[in-house]
Structure formats: C-alpha cells, structure tokens
C-alpha cells in the first residue's frame, strides 16, 4: 500500500515568515494529494488539493507544489498569522479514493 | 450545504465493554470512510464503504471492529469488546466518488479506561 511520510513533525515561525512542510509518497498510482489543516479538538479541514497534471496551484497565501517524478509535494504558506497555527496533514490518493495521510505537522506561529 | 454528521460526539467506557459510533454523510455522497486518529498521529483509514459495499477494510481489527453501511447512507461503526489501546478519535469522512474531495465530520473522541 502507500506510505507517506511527512516533515518536520514540528515547525515554529515569526509571524509574517514562510514556512514550508514537505511529504513523500511511495505508490506512483497515487494522483491526488490534498492538504488539511487541524485546529485543536476540530475535524481536518482541506485547505488545498493539487492532482497529479498539475505541478503548482497557488491560493492567496497558500501554495502546493508536486514532483511526480521525485514523488513529493510540499506546501507553502507565506507571510504567516497567528490563525495559521495547527496541524497540518498531507494525504495522497489513488484513482480508488483510497486516502493516506501523512503523520501531520504542528505549526506554531509566533506573534 | 450540510456536513458529515456524527455522534456521539465524546465516548467514556471501560475495556471490554462495547460501543457503537454513528456517521451520516454529506447527501449525495458515494464513498463513506471511517478513521481512526491518535493523538499526535495523522487519520489512518479503518474501512472504507463505496455505497453499501466494502471497498477496503485491510486495516480494520476484525476481531473486534465491524462496521457497517446499510441502504447505502448512514454508517456505524462498533467495537466489541473495547481495549484500551482503542482510545483515539474515529472521524468519519465522505466524498462524491472517485477522484473527489473527502469532507470529514467532528469525530467520536472514545476514551477507554
């Protein structure tokens, strides 16, 4: 089946920097990989998903970009809040809608 | 447009007891899912139901997981007997069908003591 791994598990930040999470994923039939942002005790909410025919998408402050060749695909948020901060999972599906997550990333943005 | 409801939203049982977990899906939608999620850890997929029929359940502890999607809508989702290394949060997620967004509910957090 698929694995994805993702870093750091942790990732602090000033407020108004970027930050950068990164995943890998081992199954190249998986062609959608959508990111979800988790605030504490809430349901995962997606934020930004890029399919497997695109290697950029942008979103205000949020971008994804994806190497299939490499197999990652990373996320970018730039001039960051203090709303920003929570868990961010990526997760990478198959042409099955079978979702596989990765083991999520705790950003904390300072003031 | 509604979510994916769930309930109950918080669980408290001893091991060995059992419990039953209940999820409504976005209207419309195919594919049902049911998580399990530990704290610190990302969702890992339980079973995964494409109308009334199983999909993917490698992942669920059959011995004492059972899960099922009756008429193709609402889902449940039991373990019996529980075990204290069942304690987690058990999201329940749909999408529309192949290839769409997967929308989850508030989830089921179960301590068992």
């Known amino acids: 089946g698929e694995n994805v791994e993702q870093h750091p598990s942790t990732l602090s930040v000033q407020e108004g920097d970027s930050a950068v999470i990164k995943c890998t994923y081992s199954d190249s039939a998986s062609n959608y990989f959508p990111w979800y942002k988790q605030e504490l005790g809430k349901r995962p909410q997606l934020i930004i998903d890029?399919?497997?025919?695109?290697g950029e998408k942008k979103d205000q402050r949020i971008a994804v970009t994806l190497n299939k060749t490499a197999k990652h695909f990373s996320l970018h948020i730039t001039e960051t809040q203090p709303e920003d901060s929570a868990v961010y999972f990526c997760?990478?599906?198959?042409?099955?809608?079978?979702?596989?997550f990765g083991t999520g990333t705790s950003l904390t943005v300072i003031p | 447009e509604a979510g994916v409801a769930q309930s109950p939203r918080y669980k408290i049982i001893e091991k060995r007891q059992s419990v039953a977990f209940w999820c409504n899906p976005i209207?419309?939608?195919?594919?049902l899912y049911w998580y399990q999620q530990i704290l610190g850890q990302g969702p890992k997929l339980l079973i995964q139901f494409q109308n009334n029929g199983v999909v993917d359940d490698s992942q669920l502890p059959k011995d004492r997981f059972s899960a099922e999607r009756l008429k193709g809508v609402d889902s449940t989702l039991k373990i019996q007997p529980a075990k204290l290394e069942d304690s987690a949060v058990y999201l329940c997620?749909?999408?529309?069908?192949?290839?769409?967004?997967?929308?989850f509910g508030s989830g089921t957090q179960l301590s068992v003591l």
């Open positions: 997760a990478a599906a198959n042409t099955g809608n079978q979702f596989y």
């Open positions: 209207s419309g939608h195919a594919t």
């Open positions: 890029i399919r497997s025919n695109v």
């Open positions: 997620a749909s999408s529309l069908s192949d290839g769409e967004k997967l929308f």
